[in-house]
């Protein structure tokens, strides 16, 4: 008679870092094991039409998505005996990033409130779960959609907006904020001494930095 040694076959595994965005790099992270024997082989299929990537070791790999949608990934390892695993898959949903914008308007020293208005869009149409983070360049800094800042000086700024989606893609974009005017000085000049009965002549000397004074 002959003895048979029957073993179990490897099981395949693995974890996923989130989030899952386009363009941004997924990490994928082996947790497989093999009962009585090493893995010696891996096979994974990241479910987007791209070629699998077989690897001899557990090392973690990462992926990137060009568009959004569900995607099967799945793994497959083989030990040292020439054993292999059932395919380990999971679905990953890949999710759109944002498109920042914003428009702002004009103010005047010494108040200088500008208001800012978000004018961003999501492909997916969920940008009522946008999260807000501006930095106006002076330190000032705001979470609201739409906040209203006070400038202390003409600038001017680069004023900068970042969006979180609610699946935690995330977009950025500054702007050029030259809209802060000085307040206008008012000044003129007259003639220092003048006739009774005489036309006095007043010469405008006002001033309005970066403005035009009309009235």
């Given amino acids: 008679p002959k003895s048979l040694v029957i073993t179990e076959p490897p099981i395949a595994k693995f974890g996923i870092s989130s989030p899952y965005c386009i363009g ?3 990490s994928f992270t082996d947790s497989s094991s093999a009962p009585n ?28 998505y060009a568009s959004a949608g569900a995607y099967t990934v799945t793994l497959l390892v083989e030990n040292a ?7 380990f898959p999971q679905v990953i949903t890949v ?10 308007g004009k103010a005047c020293l010494p108040a200088g409130a500008v208001q800012f ?8 149409g969920t940008q ?26 003409v600038g001017p700024f680069n004023v900068s ?10 977009a950025a974009i500054t702007k050029n904020v030259d809209s802060v005017y000085a307040q206008p000085q008012a000044g003129f000049t007259a003639n220092a001494e003048v006739c009774t009965g005489t036309a006095i002549g007043f010469t405008d000397q006002s001033t309005a930095p970066k403005s035009t004074i009309v009235g």
């Fill in 24 to 26: 941004q790099a997924i």
């Fill in 37 to 64: 024997s090493t893995l010696t082989k891996w096979t994974w299929d990241f479910g987007d039409g791209s070629a699998p990537v077989v690897v001899n070791s557990n090392a973690p790999q990462t992926h990137t």
């Fill in 81 to 87: 005996l020439g054993c292999k695993s059932i395919a």
């Fill in 95 to 104: 999710s759109p990033n944002p498109v920042t914008d914003f428009r702002f």
């Fill in 117 to 124: 208005t978000d004018a961003s869009t999501i492909a997916d």
């Fill in 128 to 153: 009522n779960l946008f999260t807000y983070n501006w930095d106006f360049n002076d330190g000032g800094s705001s979470t609201q959609k739409d906040p209203s800042h006070n400038f202390a000086t």
């Fill in 161 to 170: 907006l970042q969006i979180t989606s609610s699946a935690g893609c995330v």
